[in-house]
T-cell receptor, first 111, second 112 residues
Framework: SQQGEEDPQALSIQEGENATMNCSYK?????LQWYRQNSGRGLVHLIL?????REKHSGRLRVTLDTSKKSSSLLITASRAADTASYFC???????????FGKGTKLTVNP | DADVTQTPRNRITKTGKRIMLECSQT?????MYWYRQDPGLGLRLIYY???????NKGEISDGYSVSRQAQAKFSLSLESAIPNQTALYFC???????????FGPGTRLTVL
């Protein structure tokens, strides 16, 4: 069963704009991760935030985690056409060594 | 060279055929995973292994089997393929769990 649910399912923006994607989950977690997938290719890890962290940055990426609301957001600033991809959140749950992936947000950045 | 490789990259087969998908890694990770991806459904875990002697079923293991031949190799078999097993299959590895996973390029399997 899916743990994380991304919102929106699809997002289309212009180059230079910021893109925000959200992920909600249901049970307690050890960490939450974001992955990117270019069309039909393997997933690439972007960033991991642990349950005791509230915000994390990596380059143009900013991730927040609100464990009280069981939600996370991924912000991509100053988007580029090359950011066009699907973005998945994945949760690492307490007591489990597996990751559970959401269904993804498809981001299109128009030049 | 890629750290996680999968063969074949594409495969078309017929219903009832036995198919093996192979995964190799050079990352030295103990943990290996097989996922399938269907449009709009994200990734679902089929099997995972934490070492050569440890194999575990995932969310959707029915119709699949696996073999961990060595630390670096993890194979997924479809004993008798059926059309609803048409999907994109990914192998992944990790050093620690449930931490960052490293994915292979995927195998696109079509069962006619």
């Amino acid at each position: 069963s899916q743990q994380g649910e991304e919102d929106p399912q699809a997002l289309s923006i212009q180059e230079g704009e910021n893109a925000t994607m959200n992920c909600s989950y249901k049970t307690s977690i050890n960490n939450l991760q974001w992955y990117r997938q270019n069309s039909g290719r393997g997933l690439v890890h972007l960033i991991l935030i642990r349950s005791n962290e509230r915000e994390k940055h990596s380059g143009r990426l900013r991730v927040t985690l609100d464990t009280s609301k069981k939600s996370s957001s991924l912000l991509i600033t100053a988007s580029r056409a090359a950011d066009t991809a699907s973005y998945f959140c994945a949760t690492g749950q307490g007591g489990s060594e597996k990751l559970v992936f959401g269904k993804g947000t498809k981001l299109t950045v128009n030049p | 060279d890629a750290d996680v490789t999968q063969t074949p990259r594409n495969r078309i087969t017929k219903t009832g055929k036995r198919i093996m998908l192979e995964c190799s890694q050079t990352k030295g990770h103990d943990r290996m995973y097989w996922y399938r991806q269907d449009p709009g459904l994200g990734l679902r875990l089929i099997y995972y292994s934490f070492d050569v002697k440890d194999i575990n079923k995932g969310e959707i293991s029915d119709g699949y089997s696996v073999s961990r031949q060595a630390q670096a190799k993890f194979s997924l078999s479809l004993e008798s393929a059926i059309p609803n097993q048409t999907a994109l299959y990914f192998c992944a590895t990790s050093d620690l769990a449930p931490d960052e996973q490293f994915f292979g390029p995927g195998t696109r399997l079509t069962v006619l």
